[in-house]
């Protein structure tokens, strides 16, 4: 961490310092609220979970070398200093959001219902070739994960790039005002959280409170393929990117390479244009690289560094991510999943010329219309060489009824839950299957992904 103290700490969240006066100068060397992390020098940010109070962990926190810790309780004979706030985790947002003014680097928002991640990866890629890199690890883009990953920026980093979830409305102005975005990413309006916002509109309202906060002559980068995304060119200024030539930057000659990528032409402005692979399949992978194109584009990085870039993308766990073993090619996809990801992810699984095997499960959030979102990616079977399709859940029975329909060639079979389908998995697969896994995060698709691995 860049020198914060306790001192400016509770400066920053308004709490109250118990302990020594003289350790208001401390510096804390990282923030946490996980005391299984805490470290020499943390701070630990005792919260209250459904499932547990991290102000049973304060002792073992001091234990541990914290040098404070933030606590929303009074405490008696506290081992060490501490900070008494009316709120832990808004004192952890009103921090990190102090924390953060105290640089000044290009900071790149990505937000949207599909791909924040896989954009957020091809992003920091890019960028880079040419400078040091913070990136949001794993899936930390939500109103405590955020805060945390704000805490990680160090003064040798040049640039940071932060994925921004959310899924009620007013969740991403809180998240804009701490971040403070230089560069604000969209990739898509899609039905994800439609139980929470009603209606893409609602969901594009949403997204849009990352303005709230942006700096005023913030970059912004939208696919203008979205029909619901184009329409933000009303409030700002905005560079598009999608597969027409009406855009600021384009692809073209796409070509799928099954599960080991896809190839594509990057058209940028005045004429310039280049080749690359993408090492991950995908036709929105298409779509990533022409975001991270764009935002390297505009911090001033060549096609030659950004072709690079795209090239050495790294696949991470539950995204895209391809495993060979002695049986099977897993098609690993299990973080999480809504009906555009997963016709997405079918399209691509139909690219193979292996046996192709689908393993699907419920998707949640989609509100009153789940049932029917549910059927739409059993409809979009028709007319694809998927060998056998295996659902999973209440919620996934729809999309079995409905791949029953539209696929009628192909093994159609549905589980109660992901034991069943293991019980049963060696009758039903074969040897050198291509196998997609997808579901959303709640379901644990996980243990299908490492049951099948070993």
């Known amino acids: 961490m860049r020198p914060f103290t306790i001192g400016q700490f509770a400066s920053a969240c308004g709490g109250t310092l118990f302990g020594p006066e003289s350790s208001s100068e401390q510096r804390i060397q990282g923030v946490t609220v996980d005391s299984r992390q805490v470290s020499p020098g943390s701070l630990f940010i005792a919260t209250i979970g459904e499932r547990s109070d991290g102000h049973d962990y304060i002792k073992s926190a001091f234990e541990k070398g914290a040098v404070c810790v933030v606590s929303q309780k009074e405490l008696l004979d506290a081992p060490g200093p501490y900070l008494l706030v009316k709120d832990s985790l808004q004192a952890l947002k009103e921090a990190a959001e102090a924390y953060r003014k105290t640089f000044d680097i290009p900071v790149i928002g990505v937000t949207g219902s599909v791909g924040k991640t896989s954009t957020k990866e091809m992003i920091a890629s890019v960028l880079g070739q040419h400078f040091s890199v913070l990136k949001t690890p794993g899936n930390f883009n939500n109103e405590i994960g955020v805060p945390l990953t704000l ?49 893409r509109d609602g969901i594009l309202k949403a997204k849009a409170e990352m303005f709230d906060y942006a700096r ?38 796409i070509e799928s390479l099954g599960l080991e990528g896809i190839r594509c032409r990057i058209h940028g402005k005045k004429g310039a244009s280049m080749e690359a692979a993408i090492p991950l399949p995908g036709i929105h992978m298409v779509y990533n690289a022409l975001a991270g194109t764009s935002v390297g584009l505009s911090l001033g990085l060549t096609m030659e560094e950004i072709r690079t870039g795209i090239e050495k993308l790294k696949p991470i766990r539950g995204r895209s991510n391809i495993l060979h ?34 393993i699907l499960g419920d998707m949640g959030e989609l509100g009153q219309d789940s049932e029917k979102l549910h059927a739409s990616v059993g409809e979009h079977l028709k007319g694809l060489q998927i060998d056998a399709v295996i659902t999973i859940g209440s919620l996934s029975l729809a999309i079995h009824e409905a791949a029953k329909k539209a696929a009628p060639d192909a093994l159609c079979l549905h589980y109660d839950d992901s034991d069943a389908f293991l019980r049963e998995a060696s009758r039903i697969l074969m040897p050198g299957d291509a196998v997609l896994i997808k579901a959303s995060h709640y379901m644990g698709f996980e243990r299908i992904v490492s049951a099948l691995s070993s």
Not at 221 to 250: E, V, Y
């Open 216 to 253: 005023k002559d913030a970059s912004v980068f939208l696919n203008g393929d979205d029909d619901k995304l184009i329409t933000l060119q009303d409030q700002r200024p905005a560079c598009t990117f999608g597969l027409s030539p009406a855009r600021d930057l384009w692809a073209d000659q």
């Open 325 to 358: 073993t002695d049986r099977y090619t897993l098609l690993d996809d299990c973080y999480n999943s809504n009906p555009v990801s997963m016709c997405a992810m079918l399209d691509v699984l139909n690219d193979t010329p292996k046996r192709k095997v689908a």
């Open 151 to 199: 805490f990680l920026i160090e003064e040798e980093h040049e640039a940071a790039v932060l994925e921004m979830g959310m899924n009620h409305f007013g969740e991403m102005h809180r998240l804009s005002k701490m971040v403070r975005p230089t560069h604000c990413v969209f990739t898509n309006i899609g039905v994800a959280h439609l139980e929470f916002l009603g209606s």
